[in-house]
């Protein structure tokens, strides 16, 4: 996909999640389940979020096996939940979306000794390659390199490994 393809979907589901969580006030987790399987594309590549709302009917064994890429770490570590886990979702669906990679195949592979792609796209960045971690796929995207970073910062900051300090 290219990169205007790529802005309008993380948009779309920027949107979408922002529906819902003004939809579903009272619910702690109103998607819960936010991963690129989950996220429909119509023939004009405008995202539909599906198999949201179901936390409080799913069965926790099958969460945490479908979700394994795309966990935050406090539900990795206590089982806890909140929005922010809808926030680092949110996150490596946007890292996603800009590496070409996809998470739960990069777990596997274990590029680098890193644990998952939120890690790896911080280490990059701090060694100041920042360019190298856009999917080739984007590459010579004209007035696009701006967007990308604003966006990838986004990314970041919604995989905050720590709570008080990631986006709600």
Request: glycine content about 8%.
């Amino acid at each position: 996909l290219d990169w205007p393809t790529r802005l309008k979907i993380i948009k779309g589901v920027a949107r979408g999640l922002a529906y819902l969580y003004k939809e579903f006030p009272s619910l702690t987790l109103p998607h819960g389940h936010l991963k690129s399987s989950n996220v429909l594309l119509d023939h004009t590549f405008e995202p539909l979020l599906t198999d949201y709302a179901l936390v409080p009917v799913v069965n926790k064994d099958h969460a945490q096996q479908v979700m394994v890429a795309y966990k935050s770490p406090e539900f990795i570590q206590s089982d806890r939940t909140t929005r922010k886990t809808d926030v680092w979702s949110l996150g490596i669906l946007i890292l996603e979306l800009l590496t070409g990679k996809f998470p739960a195949n990069y777990l596997r592979q274990g590029k680098g000794g890193n644990a998952d792609l939120a890690s790896w796209v911080n280490s990059v960045v701090r060694e100041e390659w920042t360019g190298e971690v856009f999917d080739m796929e984007m590459k010579g995207t004209k007035n696009g390199e701006g967007e990308m970073l604003k966006l990838l910062k986004i990314g970041m900051c919604c995989c905050e490994w720590r709570v008080e300090r990631r986006w709600d």
